[in-house]
T-cell receptor
Framework: GAVVSQHPSWVICKSGTSVKIECRSL??????MFWYRQFPKQSLMLMAT?????????EQGVEKDKFLINHASLTLSTLTVTSAHPEDSSFYIC???????????????FGPGTRLTVT | AQTVTQSQPEMSVQEAETVTLSCTYD???????LFWYKQPPSRQMILVIR??????QNATENRFSVNFQKAAKSFSLKISDSQLGDAAMYFC?????????FGQGTELSVKP
């Protein structure tokens, strides 16, 4: 199946600093990437949808100025948490869907997630 | 708007036995897809099974099968011959407007 990577897998940062998380589709081109947030024992909450070369679409209640998303190429999307605070500590998951290659157009392929801890 | 409901927060099954996880959904889409995802302790989301709504035949993948009742908007997952490695969170989801809508999840434990 199609492979999506995330980097880093775990990051600790101090309150007030910014942290960037990368999401890459390794063997297919992804016109659309999604960013989710997940709290322990809870479901995935969609934060935003990003399409290559255009601005991300944020879900209601998600601060676009705090969670900056850039989808600069067909294989890379980044999520930057700006001025992070302890309440931003969470598990962040990206997924990618297909334009061409080995992936199935009706599926999203998930990265392994990034655990963010803000101290 | 699409919604997905999983009414069983936790389920338990004996190893080698069969368990069924429930899911109901609501959608305004005429053509849609339904999914079951597994999230083990590693937290990597793994696609278990996919069902196209226009197909009447229930999808199966080895020990995993679904009971898709379109009129009732029900999409349950049956796991046969349960194995210790099946222990995980299971999420039901529907694809609507290009976005996955997830249920609340069911935590499955497997007893040896």
């Amino acid at each position: 199946g199609a492979v999506v990577s995330q980097h880093p897998s775990w990051v600790i940062c101090k309150s007030g600093t910014s942290v960037k998380i990368e999401c890459r589709s390794l063997d297919f081109q992804a016109t659309t990437m999604f960013w989710y947030r997940q709290f322990p024992k809870q479901s995935l909450m969609l934060m935003a949808t990003s399409n290559e070369g255009s601005k991300a679409t944020y879900e209601q209640g998600v601060e676009k100025d705090k969670f900056l998303i850039n989808h600069a190429s067909l294989t890379l999307s980044t999520l930057t948490v700006t001025s992070a605070h302890p309440e931003d500590s969470s598990f962040y998951i990206c997924s990618a869907s297909w334009t061409s290659g080995r992936a199935n157009i009706y599926e999203q392929y998930f990265g392994p997630g990034t655990r963010l801890t803000v101290t | 708007a699409q919604t997905v409901t999983q009414s069983q927060p936790e389920m338990s099954v004996q190893e080698a036995e069969t368990v069924t996880l429930s899911c109901t959904y609501d959608t305004s889409e005429s053509d849609y897809y339904l999914f079951w995802y597994k999230q083990p302790p590693s937290r990597q989301m793994i696609l278990v099974i996919r069902q196209e709504a226009y197909k009447q035949q229930n999808a199966t993948e080895n020990r995993f099968s679904v009971n898709f009742q379109k009129a009732a908007k029900s999409f349950s997952l049956k796991i046969s011959d349960s194995q210790l490695g099946d222990a995980a969170m299971y999420f039901c989801a529907t694809l609507g407007g290009g976005k996955l809508i997830f249920g609340q999840g069911t935590e499955l434990s497997v007893k040896p």
